[in-house]
């Protein structure tokens, strides 16, 4: 258990609250809640969040919503003690048991591994759709200054193009008699949640759709294909492929798009939705060969191997399609940790 920083978290948060195009001003002196707060894209918001009043005496207050009180004491071992960080262990589905004075909600606890797509399909659904439910209410009885949700690409569906880039408007459909769906499903409740609080009760809510987000904290046992060849490189052995790696994914890097969701939590337009990703496609084949390359003394090889009968990860059937980036450009906003620098980083951080 880690007692301080990372030296690559370290140098990520230094990297982050250097960003002029973040308005970081408007933080100062507020309370921030954020659910799921252990979770590794969150726990950078929460770890900017902290480093501000490090650095800059913000006055921030982080409230940080946990399911897992002692995932959560792990994560934030560093940051036990301080009085600005006050954890909260509930489930997002229950009623707000936190303080009150809440000037931010961040809601992105989520179960967004696909593992849980077919063990846990009903609680997948209900964190997305009770939680945001849940955290409009706090945004409401605190007349919060701003809203944020975690949402997904996911939400997109099955596009007649994958190829094309994929903006903010295009949708296709989605099969909810599939179980696989209870994700993607849930974030378009979500969606649909804040998009009718913002015209019926003014709140003032935003959301990020996510791409494939990767970096320091992720969990390597989550059932996700870049965790998974990060988690084999960490422990010495080859990387399997279970496909023949031909799908094509867009990566992005946690400390670029935590930049981002600032952006819009702070100066984004109410009522809309962002796209945070890469719009820069890579295979999962070229994936593996250049992760097991940026670290040759480890001995890292690729393999081929069948899936094994019972795997209880589901896959997207979707094999490619990435972000047009276009609207969070308009904020000042641009991935720039390519592939090969934020695989190094992210590996360095668990060896």
């Given amino acids: ?3 301080e920083r990372h030296p690559v978290v370290q140098r990520d948060l230094e990297w982050i609250a250097a960003q002029s195009s973040v308005d970081w001003k408007l933080l100062r002196n507020k309370t921030v809640l954020i659910t799921g707060a252990s979770g590794f894209v969150p726990a950078y918001m929460v770890e900017t969040l902290l480093y501000l009043n490090e650095t800059t005496q913000a006055g921030l207050r982080v409230v940080g919503l946990v399911r897992n009180g002692n995932r959560a004491r792990k994560r934030f071992a560093h940051l036990e003690f301080r009085r600005d960080f006050e954890v909260v262990v509930q489930d997002v589905k229950d009623p707000y048991s936190g303080p009150d004075g809440i000037d931010y909600v961040v809601h992105a606890a989520s ?30 009885i605190n007349e919060s200054e701003g809203f944020l949700l975690f949402s997904s690409g ?92 031909s799908a094509l994914r867009p990566f992005c890097y946690l400390a670029d798009a935590t930049i981002a969701f600032f952006l819009v939590l702070l100066q984004g337009k109410t009522g809309e939705a962002y796209n945070v990703g890469s719009d820069r496609e890579i295979s999962i084949l070229e994936l593996a060969e250049t992760i097991c390359d940026l670290f040759p003394n480890r001995g890292c090889r690729v393999e081929r191997r069948e899936r ?14 990435h972000f047009d980036l276009s609207k969070i450009r308009s904020l000042g906003w641009e991935p720039t940790i390519d592939i090969r620098e934020g695989f190094r980083r992210t590996i360095e951080s668990y060896i």
């Fill in 111 to 140: 179960q967004a591994s696909p593992k849980y797509y077919s063990i846990d399909p009903a609680g997948t659904l209900e964190g997305n759709l009770v939680g945001t439910l849940r955290m409009l209410e706090v945004a409401k």
């Fill in 1 to 3: 258990m880690r007692t």
């Fill in 308 to 321: 094994i009968p019972g795997d209880p990860y589901l896959p997207s059937k979707q094999s490619a399609g």
């Fill in 154 to 245: 996911e939400v997109y569906g099955k596009l007649q193009d994958p190829t094309a880039p994929i903006a903010e408007s295009g949708f296709g459909p989605l099969d909810p008699m599939n179980v696989r769906s209870c994700y993607a499903e849930g974030k378009r409740a979500g969606e649909a949640l804040c998009a009718s609080w913002h015209q019926q009760y003014g709140i003032p809510a935003k959301v990020v759709r996510l791409s494939h987000t990767y970096g320091p904290g992720m969990r390597l046992d989550d059932g996700r294909v870049f965790a998974d060849f990060v988690a084999d490189v960490v422990a010495g052995r080859n990387i399997v492929m279970k496909s023949d790696g």
